[in-house]
């Protein structure tokens, strides 16, 4: 599976940005998908999954109203609205082929494909 991201940029406080994320190969294989984030200095932190047929959503708690999730076939999308400096990261779209009680850990033995990142500045 190749995960391809796009969208990032530079924003201002307050502003709204919209992530993409196109999966090809082998998506038949994903089960769900979920972007994760880092910031400078920070470990690696979840943000939100979806299920592949995109009845399930579960976003981290501080992101939670401001923060959307969504699919479109093979396209995992993020917008992001109120965004706050401390939104500032490198987003990245993961996906993995089944369900795991870990799924809000970065593990590779969850989310075993993971995207190059997209970088998202707030100021």
């Known amino acids: 599976v190749q995960l391809v991201e796009s969208g990032g940029g530079s924003v201002q406080a307050g502003g709204s940005l919209r992530l993409a994320c196109v999966a090809s190969g082998r998506t038949y294989t994903i089960d769900y998908m979920a972007w994760f984030r880092q910031a400078p200095g920070k470990g690696v932190e979840w943000v939100s999954f979806?299920?592949?047929?995109?009845?399930t959503t579960s976003y981290a708690a501080s992101l939670k109203g401001r923060f959307t999730i969504s699919m479109d076939a093979n396209t995992l999308y993020l917008q992001m609205n109120s965004l706050t400096p401390e939104d500032s990261a490198i987003y990245y779209c993961?996906?993995?082929?089944?369900?795991?009680?870990?799924?809000?850990?970065?593990?590779?033995?969850?989310?075993?494909?993971w995207g190059q990142g997209t970088q998202v500045t707030v100021s």
């Open positions: 979806i299920d592949s047929g995109g009845d």
């Open positions: 993961v996906v993995a082929p089944r369900y795991s009680t870990s799924c809000v850990e970065p593990l590779r033995t969850v989310w075993n494909y």
